[in-house]
C-alpha cells in the first residue's frame, strides 16, 4: 500500500519559514519523481515544485528563490523549505509522487500552511 504522509505545515507570519516533509512508503522511492503542490480556496491546485529521481529540479515562477525542494533518498522523504513566506502563499500543500514510465501517480492528504500578513 503506498502511502505518502505530509507533514510541518502550520500558522506563520509572513516573512517567515516552514519546511515541509513528505514521507513514502510502498514505493521504490528513488525510481520517482517527487513533487510539492498546493490549492489555495477556490484556486486550482497548482505544481509548487518538483525534483526528479535524477535530482534535477523546477518550479513556480511564484516561489523561486524562496523556496528549495530536496529529497533523501535514504530516508524516503522529500523537503520543501519554504522562506520569506507571504500571504499568498497559504494553501493546503500536498506531496506528489510520479514514475511517468509505468503511469505511476499518488498523493498525500495535504498538510495546511497559513501564512498571516
Known amino acids: 500500500q503506498v502511502q505518502l504522509v505530509e507533514s510541518g505545515g502550520g500558522l506563520v507570519q509572513a516573512g517567515g519559514s516552514l519546511r515541509l516533509s513528505c514521507a513514502a512508503s510502498?514505493?521504490?522511492?528513488?525510481?520517482?519523481?517527487m513533487g510539492w503542490y498546493r490549492q489555495a480556496p477556490g484556486k486550482q491546485r497548482e505544481l509548487v515544485a518538483r525534483?526528479?529521481?535524477?535530482?534535477?529540479?523546477n518550479y513556480a515562477e511564484s516561489v523561486k528563490g524562496r523556496f528549495t525542494i530536496s529529497r533523501d533518498n535514504a530516508k524516503n522523504t522529500v523537503y520543501v523549505q519554504m522562506n520569506s513566506l507571504r500571504p499568498e502563499d497559504t494553501a493546503v500543500y500536498y506531496c506528489?509522487?510520479?514514475?511517468?514510465?509505468?503511469?505511476?501517480?499518488?498523493w498525500g492528504q495535504g498538510t495546511q500552511v497559513t501564512v498571516s500578513s
Open positions: 506528489n509522487a510520479e514514475q511517468m514510465q509505468h503511469g505511476w501517480n499518488y
Open positions: 510502498g514505493i521504490i522511492f528513488s525510481l520517482y519523481t
Open positions: 525534483i526528479t529521481s535524477s535530482g534535477a529540479t
